[in-house]
């Protein structure tokens, strides 16, 4: 993999999140060279990386973002948790469509090689089976996700028609089971779950409201593993094919606190849960195999090692 990366000209989107940071993180050691893209200040300062701010509402940033790049990775969206989902779920709507939309024109038109999009677990319906690539049904979705989950479907469906066109663009389309590690947004107004939990703990918040009853059952990858996944797609995948990235060993949200209280050794925490809070879909098993079989991708950090990295991270740092 260090071989097709090193020297490569790579565009990452959204440099200043989550996904972002960790992913500049990686492809800086593997030799690219890297352009940030973002309209906030990097969360890392590394020389190796050339900073640009813009705006990718922006016709003409999206222009100068994507400019004599080899490869895109579309990193930025506007993402938040289960509070705004619910409150304002067209929030996700508007925004994306805009930048995707801009962003896939804006690099077909610059000769980009590739453009990999980061899209989500949430286009497939409802299931109490492993969700595969092969499940997801255009509009059979779960009730909460039905706004972000058809504008994840309908910018996978941008990624296609790029690939179809006279003289396409090779498009990867990565569907990701619930990350988190260091770098995640720990914002209480927008955080997922795991970086919520982790923030209430640190604080030693006593009691530790949990949203919904515990039992929440969920995937999650720890964003190393994601962004190698990732890379592995970017790399290897030359035709469209949508494909998970997940561990494909689901834990409830119980398991979870209790092994965040762990790695913090916070004992004797008084635990309450609200049901009165919103919550997403309560199971969500995803399928990792395709991604073993093509891209010999396989999560290897296990829950606990995530979690304590996370935390010791976000220690560090507050």
């Known amino acids: 993999m260090e071989e097709f990366f090193k020297g490569k000209k790579i565009l990452v989107a959204g440099g200043a999140g989550f996904i972002g940071t960790n992913l500049i993180k990686k492809l800086l050691s593997l030799g690219a060279k890297v352009r940030a893209g973002d309209i906030r200040k990097l969360q890392i300062q590394d020389s190796r990386a050339e900073y640009l701010s813009c705006d990718f509402f922006k016709k003409r940033d999206c222009q100068k973002a994507v400019k004599d790049m080899d490869y895109v990775f579309m990193a930025a969206a506007n993402t938040s948790g289960a509070a705004v989902m619910s409150k304002t779920p067209l929030a996700h709507v508007t925004p994306n469509i805009i930048m995707n939309s801009l962003m896939l024109e804006s690099a077909y038109k610059a000769g980009v090689k590739k453009f990999l999009f980061i899209s989500s677990n949430t286009v497939y319906p409802a299931s109490d089976q492993p969700v595969r690539e092969s499940d997801m049904k255009y509009g059979d979705l779960f009730p909460k996700y039905y706004f972000v989950a058809w504008m994840k479907q309908f910018s996978e469906v941008l990624c296609e028609m790029y690939t179809k066109i006279k003289n396409p663009m090779k498009t ?4 990701p089971a619930n990350s988190f590690g260091p770098h995640s947004d ?13 923030k209430k703990v640190v604080e030693r ?6 949203w919904g009853d515990g039992n929440d059952i969920k995937d999650f990858i720890f964003v190393e593993d994601l962004v190698e996944g990732m890379l592995l797609a970017m790399a290897k995948l030359e035709n469209y094919d949508p494909i998970n990235l997940a561990t494909g060993r689901p834990c409830v ?3 979870v606190l209790k092994a965040i209280l762990e790695a913090d050794n916070y004992q004797n925490a008084q635990i309450v849960f609200n049901a009165d809070q919103p919550t997403m879909i309560p199971k969500r098993l995803i399928d990792p195999s395709k991604a073993k079989e093509i891209l010999g991708f396989e999560a290897k950090t296990p829950l606990a090692d995530g979690i304590k990295k996370t935390v010791d991270w976000y220690r560090s740092v507050n």
């Open 186 to 198: 720990f914002n209480p107004e927008t955080s997922h779950v795991i970086p919520a939990l982790i």
């Open 205 to 210: 918040q006593n009691p530790i409201e949990v």
């Open 253 to 255: 949200i119980k398991e």
């Open 172 to 175: 990867v389309v990565v569907r």
